[in-house]
């Protein structure tokens, strides 16, 4: 049974920061294909930041120098270091587990969260000005 538990979530100012992390098991995890979506009221479900086995990493455009993925393998954790957040970053946030191989594929599936076979609950990240 893979099992993702996301924590780190919460409110904070516009310009600061929060790190979210993403325990994850019963799975081969160095192998397996990790990302995080979001999803603001009314809007889709959308990726932000992607990194696949080998540590590769890919971001989508509005967060790009703003947000860093990192995966710790030991661990079995995945992190997203958020900075400078905006108030368009209010959202849930969801980690997400794929088996997409290889990681160059990985990190192509920004737009593909159907490819994501394993999501956690999601945790709510609210910037105020």
């Known amino acids: 049974q893979v099992r993702l538990e996301e924590s780190g979530g919460g409110s904070v100012q516009s310009g600061g920061s929060l790190r979210l992390s993403c325990a994850a098991s019963?799975?081969?995890?160095?192998?397996?294909?990790m990302g995080w979506f979001r999803q603001a009221l009314e809007k889709e479900r959308e990726g932000v930041a992607l990194i696949g086995s080998d540590g590769r990493s890919a971001y989508e455009d509005s967060v790009k120098d703003r947000f860093a993925i990192s995966r710790d393998n030991a661990k079995n954790t995945v992190y997203l270091q958020m900075d400078r957040l905006q108030l368009e970053d209010t959202a849930t946030y969801y980690c997400?587990?794929?088996?997409?191989?290889?990681?160059?594929?990985?990190?192509?599936?920004?737009?593909?969260?159907?490819?994501?076979?394993?999501w956690g609950q999601g945790t709510q990240v609210t910037v105020s000005s």
């Open positions: 019963g799975y081969r995890y160095s192998s397996i294909c």
């Open positions: 997400a587990a794929g088996r997409i191989y290889p990681s160059g594929f990985c990190i192509q599936a920004m737009t593909r969260p159907a490819d994501f076979g394993y």
